[in-house]
């Protein structure tokens, strides 16, 4: 019986349901995700997150209102909401806003504000096309070394719609040695080329991250069919 439902069951039901579970060796677990989460970043002794793809700034207002006390930096590209992202860290001296794109090298990209989807972005390139910005870029294992933040303590959260695997490909030192990785994971393409949840399952799988939790996400408001989820990836054999 999925989780979800388990609230809307009588609670005799519910109470036999879920013993019939721990008999085979699965633990109910009906807290919220971000409650598990952060007894995930307790369990890992995690002390530090980097978070791919910020906007505003709520993904470490989520980790904050759940507990999490480490350091945060947070990277989003478009000045706007940037900006907001500065005014919402003003006052958590452990939060840390960059004015950066994430990839898998440094440089520049062209950033379209309405989808944020991105292109490459040379010095030759004096004006940006309308509704573009300009940014930097940096690489994951950049903001490390920079930052001086062991992996080993560290999550890495990606939400980079549809650049996530240009992302990790910018990880390829921190990704065997980080203790999770947080990643939107489509169930199908909405970006040209995007990899898919199994794509990404079997390279975290690869780095020896073993997938811990699936968060439902969108759905196709005809079908019912879910499009993409939030795979959270953990790393147990230390």
């Known amino acids: 019986m999925p989780t979800a439902l388990l609230g809307h069951v009588p609670a005799t039901l519910r109470s036999l349901a879920e013993r019939a579970a721990r008999a085979v060796g699965v633990e109910v677990d009906r807290r919220p995700f971000g409650k598990r989460l952060a007894g995930l970043c307790d369990r890992l002794d995690i002390r530090a997150a980097l978070d791919a793809g910020a906007t505003k700034g709520q993904y470490a207002a989520f980790l904050r209102r759940h507990g999490f006390h480490g350091h945060i930096v947070s990277c989003e590209p478009i000045g706007d909401a940037y900006e907001d992202l500065v005014r919402t860290a003003a006052t958590d001296l452990a939060w840390h806003p960059e004015r950066l794109a994430l990839g898998a090298t440094p440089g520049h990209v062209e950033v379209d504000v309405a989808n944020r989807t991105r292109s490459p972005s040379g010095p030759s390139h004096s004006r940006t096309a309308p509704g573009h910005e300009?940014?930097?870029?940096?690489?994951?294992?950049?903001?490390?070394?920079?930052?001086?933040?062991?992996?080993?303590?560290?999550?890495?959260?990606?939400?980079?719609?549809?650049?996530?695997?240009?992302?990790?490909?910018?990880?390829?030192?921190?990704?065997?040695?980080?203790?999770?990785?947080?990643?939107?994971?489509?169930?199908?393409?909405?970006?040209?080329?995007?990899?898919?949840?199994?794509?990404?399952?079997?390279?975290?799988?690869?780095?020896?991250?073993?997938?811990?939790?699936?968060?439902?996400?969108?759905?196709?408001?005809?079908?019912?069919?879910?499009?993409?989820?939030?795979?959270?990836?953990?790393?147990?054999?230390r």
Do not use: I, N
């Not at 959260?157 to 390829?172: F, S, T, Y």
């Not at 794509?199 to 993409?228: H, K, N, Y």
């Open 134 to 237: 300009r940014a930097a870029m940096s690489t994951v294992d950049d903001l490390f070394d920079s930052y001086g933040y062991p992996p080993e303590r560290s999550l890495l959260k990606v939400d980079a719609h549809g650049h996530e695997w240009g992302v990790l490909d910018g990880a390829a030192h921190s990704l065997p040695r980080l203790a999770a990785v947080q990643v939107e994971l489509p169930l199908t393409p909405p970006h040209a080329g995007q990899r898919l949840l199994t794509d990404v399952t079997e390279r975290l799988g690869r780095a020896g991250l073993a997938l811990w939790w699936l968060e439902p996400g969108s759905t196709d408001p005809v079908t019912g069919r879910m499009l993409r989820c939030e795979g959270v990836f953990a790393r147990f054999d």
